[in-house]
């Protein structure tokens, strides 16, 4: 199976900061990658797909980007709404994998 | 309003056997693949199973392949997941999750709000 590894696990920021989050996959997958929001006790949200693609209804603060076996999620200027973990997802083939989260916590 | 929802969690002994159901309303649900994910109490994201559309394809996780089931009925909309042999590791929340594509293009546009399933003597 693929394995997904994010950075860093847990993340301390501002209101108003830019941050960005990694998901390296151990072998390629092209852009197949997806980045989800979840916050406690919900269920996921998708954020982005094929690696760069913005889900409809998904603030424009938030991007996506790379290929092959690293990837990055960026948002532009953080908003009290934004704090909740992040998962990033490889969909290049079965089994499907996530990797292991990021909580983005306010500081 | 695109929605599913789980249900059929609960307590069940190590060793025993559950069916999780996933009610699907406001879209073809013949049309879409759907998966079934689960989350541990405090960790992270595990893809568990998928089927196709039509049901003829099924995919397992390696460490729910030969326990678990996935299927679905067509005329009620709905998706299961038949899990047997459970262990205490299989202590989870478990989502449904509607394919984003028609065809299987692996990331997921629509969650349920999940069924804890809670493996423990």
């Known amino acids: 199976d693929i394995q997904m590894t994010q950075s860093p696990s847990t993340l301390s920021a501002s209101v108003g900061e830019r941050v960005t989050i990694t998901c390296r996959a151990s072998q390629s997958i092209s852009s197949w990658l997806a980045w989800y929001q979840q916050k406690p006790g919900k269920a996921p949200k998708l954020l982005i797909y094929k690696a760069s693609s913005l889900e409809s209804g998904v603030p424009s603060r938030f991007s996506g980007s790379g290929s092959g076996t690293e990837f990055t999620l960026t948002i532009s200027s953080l908003q009290p709404d934004d704090f909740a973990a992040y998962y990033c997802q490889q969909y290049n083939s079965f089994s499907y994998t996530f990797g292991q989260g990021t909580k983005l916590e306010i500081k | 309003e695109v929605q599913v929802l789980e249900s059929g969690g609960g307590l069940v002994q190590p060793g025993g056997s559950l069916r999780l159901s996933c009610a699907a309303s406001?879209?073809?649900?013949?049309?879409?693949?759907m998966s079934w994910v689960r989350q541990a109490p405090g960790k992270g994201l595990e893809w568990v199973s998928a089927?196709?559309?039509?049901?003829?394809?099924?995919y397992y996780a390696d460490s729910v392949k030969g326990r678990f089931t996935v299927s679905g009925d067509n005329s009620k909309n709905t998706l299961y997941l038949q899990m047997n042999s459970l262990r205490a590791e299989d202590t989870a929340v478990y989502y449904c999750a509607k394919d984003r594509l028609v065809r299987f293009g692996g990331f997921f546009d629509c969650w349920g709000q999940g069924t804890l399933v809670t493996v423990s003597s």
């Open positions: 406001g879209f073809t649900f013949s049309s879409y693949p």
């Open positions: 089927i196709s559309g039509s049901g003829g394809r099924t």
